[in-house]
């Protein structure tokens, strides 16, 4: 899985962070982010991941992540199911626990997340964020001392998602749940 990875057509985000964003994806403000149609190596593991998760995916947002990048402190949109698959690097994910809420994620430092727990992420780890109500952050490898190349120079990290009509519209706010995001997510994609 990692050896094919490569080959997809990344975009860099910021220092170091590349994406790239298969099937019904979603922005801020109800701009998409540029898609492309899943592809055929996810199919089975979006399968597998959305069994155990009991929701199904129709969005799948892939992350490459060199040694310093970064994940600034942030929560997933309020209500969703969201499995993380990690492969390659080993690296440190911290979740829980509070941030400042009025700014931008761009605008959050590292530091502003008071985490609650940290958890060591291996290749083939699968995270489970359920809700939208876990805060979470990751540090650049210099400063994580679980980190651990494992020989590969990339940490992929592969979200998977369920992104309803309403929040394609008007990206994952106040806009969308007034559109019927939330009963849309909670009887759409469900195992």
Known sequence: MYA???SF??????EGKFAVHFGKTYGAKGQ???????????????ERVGAVAHKQSNYI????????????????PAGMIVPMLTLGQTRTFRVGGAMPQRMRQSQRSLES????????????DLLIFTGGQVVHSMVG?????????????WRYSLLFRWTTDAMREFGPGDKARKAG?????KTEGNR
């Open 141 to 153: 490898a210099k400063d994580d001392p679980q980190f651990k190349a494992n020989g590969f120079d």
């Open 9 to 14: 057509p990344w975009l860099a985000e910021d």
């Open 181 to 185: 995001h939330n009963k849309q997510y």
């Open 4 to 6: 094919a990875m490569e």
């Open 61 to 76: 947002q892939c992350h490459r992540m060199g040694p310093d990048a970064v994940v600034r402190p942030h929560r997933d």
């Open 113 to 124: 997340h008071a985490f609650a727990e940290e958890i060591v992420m291996n290749p083939g």
């Open 32 to 46: 998409p982010k540029v898609e492309h149609p899943v592809d055929p190596i996810l199919l089975p593991i979006a």
